[in-house]
């Protein structure tokens, strides 16, 4: 894999994160496991195919939503990465842990119907009430239903 390097770290440094191509999607996602997950009023993403991502070290993954893998940092909680049964090949990483975050505005929103009601955001992405997996991914186009 050639390209530009994305780098990132969790808040205490203990975890890195290296992605080796650009990014194939950047979603805000209004959804409330993204809320709960992140501790933020609205998460956003980065959406970079999963053989260029390396986390170091890795850490143990968490299935508490069957289908959806994530990885966080084992000492200070930040969340580094996530998997989608349903879109196959991505690996999702929070805008958030990401250094180059300033140059990776969000193209859409994902979850707009569950977003908080006092949130605005002051753009012209276009927003998918749910899921929006299809304008994440074409491969998600032959994915299971959620
Ligand atoms: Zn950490
Ligand atoms: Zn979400």
Redesign the pocket.
């Known amino acids: 894999m050639t390209g530009p390097a994305f780098t990132g770290r969790?808040?205490?440094?203990?975890?890195q994160i290296t992605a080796r191509s650009e990014p194939e999607a950047v979603s805000w996602c209004h959804c409330a496991d993204c809320r709960r997950l992140t501790g933020a009023p609205a998460a956003a993403f980065a959406a970079f195919p999963e053989e260029s991502v390396t986390l170091t070290p890795t850490p143990t993954p968490l299935e508490a939503t069957p289908g959806v893998t994530r990885w966080a940092?084992p000492?200070?909680g930040?969340a580094l990465a996530a998997r989608f049964s349903y879109l196959p090949g991505q690996l999702y990483l929070p805008l958030g842990v990401l250094d180059a975050a300033d140059s990776l505005a969000p193209a859409l929103h994902s979850h707009h119907a569950s977003r908080l009601s006092w949130l605005h955001i002051a753009d012209d992405a276009p927003r998918h009430a749910g899921t929006a997996r299809d304008a994440l991914s074409d491969e998600a186009l032959s994915g299971s239903e959620e």
């Open positions: 969790c808040y205490c440094g203990d975890c940092c000492r200070c930040s």
